[in-house]
Nanobody, 115 residues
């Protein structure tokens, strides 16, 4: 049984930075990729970033150059480093893990960018 536990929600000022984490508990056989989606109020859930098992990363155009993604295999944790945050980054962020057996989701965390 795979569970993904995300770090808590935060309020950040515009231009600020935040490191969001996602801990994978349980055994995720044949992990293909981990990453994040986000959903703003009244909007569809959208892709943010992923990191695959080979170390390849990809980012949404809207966050490219501002967000990075990394992994600590020993801690079974993936990190989303967000910088240059904008009010339009405000959303609930959902961590996900894609494996050969299916896709698992975290509980979602509210990130609010506001002065």
């Amino acid at each position: 049984q795979v569970q993904l536990v995300e770090s808590g929600g935060v309020l950040v000022q515009p231009g600020g930075s935040l490191r969001h984490s996602c801990l994978c508990s349980g055994s995720a056989s044949s992990m293909l990729a981990m990453g994040w989606y986000r959903q703003a109020p009244g909007q569809r859930r959208e892709f943010v970033a992923f990191l695959d098992s080979g170390g390849v990363t990809n980012f949404a155009v809207s966050v490219r150059g501002r967000f990075t993604i990394s992994r600590d295999n020993g801690k079974k944790t993936v990190y989303l480093q967000m910088s240059g945050l904008k009010p339009e980054d405000t959303a609930v962020y959902y961590c996900y893990l894609e494996s050969a057996l299916g896709t698992y989701w975290g509980q979602g965390t509210q990130v609010t960018v506001s002065s």
